[in-house]
């Protein structure tokens, strides 16, 4: 399945609107015959309607998905210790920045001097790399919960195209548009729900837990990419010395 996101699309898409529309694309050949023009009915606003063209936001189709609603109630509780050392860790280092934040601000209101000026510079870089050490320190805590999130989502996207695909059979829609590509529309060519239930479908729950040493797709990915770099900068071996050709037939003895 391809997402087209081609913009000029929606030209196209709205000039066979207005040919799919009969009240605009059948006149009266005869301009004269005015009880004609006024007997002619009315278009249902259903017309409208483009037959075979959708609208589907596949981010929102996962976050709706029940497999992923699930997994975010189940999260708080299965991670609970990470989430609980994380929120301790953030505080005990909010409580160690605070009095240098609050000496920094007060060394400010003196008068400007180089040695006030090397005297906060220090301040302001020992607070950042603080800072930054603790930050490092929060998200290595709550890696399991990322790669849980990471994993969850793994599993939807996986079916994502198998959903998308039933969707579009069961609805009889042969071209689906991510909603950026569209300008306006009606919520009938909205296929988002459908494949909510498609999804709910192939994939009821999914695993909250990844395996040991799993990692996310972008990472194996990108150490498949370094090592096939790393293979194809490699010199080539080099190949032993050929050992000297022997005779085919045998050789006359010597006298």
Same mark, same amino acid.
């Given at each position: 399945?391809?997402?087209?996101?081609?913009?000029?699309? =929606?030209?196209?898409?709205?000039?066979?609107?207005?040919?799919?529309?009969?009240?605009?694309?059948?006149?009266?050949?005869?301009?004269?015959?005015?009880?004609?023009?006024?007997?002619?009915? =009315?278009?249902?606003?259903?017309?409208?309607?483009?037959?075979?063209?959708?609208?589907?936001?596949?981010?929102?189709?996962?976050?709706?998905?029940?497999?992923?609603?699930?997994?975010?109630?189940?999260?708080?509780?299965?991670?609970?210790?990470?989430?609980?050392?994380?929120?301790?860790?953030?505080?005990?280092?909010?409580?160690?920045?605070?009095?240098?934040?609050?000496?920094?601000?007060?060394?400010?209101?003196?008068?400007?001097?180089?040695?006030?000026?090397?005297?906060?510079?220090?301040?302001?870089?020992?607070?950042?790399?603080?800072?930054?050490?603790?930050?490092?320190?929060?998200?290595?805590?709550?890696?399991?919960?990322?790669?849980?999130?990471?994993?969850?989502?793994?599993?939807?996207?996986?079916?994502?195209?198998?959903?998308?695909?039933?969707?579009?059979?069961?609805?009889?829609?042969?071209?689906?548009?991510?909603?950026?590509? =569209?300008?306006?529309?009606?919520?009938?060519?909205?296929?988002?729900?459908?494949?909510?239930?498609?999804?709910? =479908?192939?994939?009821?729950?999914?695993?909250?837990?990844?395996?040991?040493?799993?990692?996310?797709?972008?990472?194996?990915?990108?150490?498949?990419?370094?090592?096939?770099?790393?293979?194809?900068?490699?010199?080539?071996?080099?190949?032993?010395?050929?050992?000297?050709?022997?005779?085919?037939?045998?050789?006359?003895?010597?006298?």
């Amino acid at each position: 399945m391809k997402l087209i996101r081609n913009s000029a699309l =929606v030209a196209a898409i709205s000039l066979a609107a207005l040919s799919a529309n009969p009240a605009l694309a059948q006149k009266n050949k005869d301009k004269g015959n005015k009880d004609a023009v006024a007997a002619a009915p =009315v278009a249902a606003p259903s017309s409208n309607v483009v037959q075979g063209i959708g609208v589907a936001n596949l981010q929102a189709a996962i976050a709706n998905a029940d497999a992923f609603r699930v997994a975010q109630q189940q999260r708080p509780v299965t991670y609970k210790p990470q989430l609980d050392q994380a929120q301790s860790r953030g505080n005990a280092l909010e409580a160690q920045i605070k009095p240098m934040i609050d000496r920094f601000n007060a060394a400010r209101q003196g008068t400007m001097t180089p040695a006030l000026q090397t005297q906060l510079q220090g301040q302001a870089r020992a607070i950042q790399e603080l800072q930054e050490k603790g930050k490092q320190e929060i998200q290595q805590i709550l890696l399991p919960v990322a790669l849980s999130e990471a994993f969850v989502n793994e599993q939807l996207e996986e079916k994502l195209d198998q959903a998308v695909q039933k969707a579009m059979e069961k609805t009889r829609v042969s071209l689906l548009l991510q909603p950026g590509a =569209v300008v306006a529309r009606a919520n009938a060519y909205d296929l988002t729900d459908e494949i909510v239930t498609e999804l709910n =479908v192939l994939l009821p729950t999914a695993q909250l837990v990844p395996p040991q040493g799993w990692e996310p797709r972008e990472i194996r990915e990108a150490r498949a990419q370094q090592a096939a770099q790393q293979g194809g900068n490699r010199p080539a071996a080099a190949s032993p010395a050929a050992a000297p050709a022997k005779p085919a037939g045998p050789q006359p003895e010597g006298r």
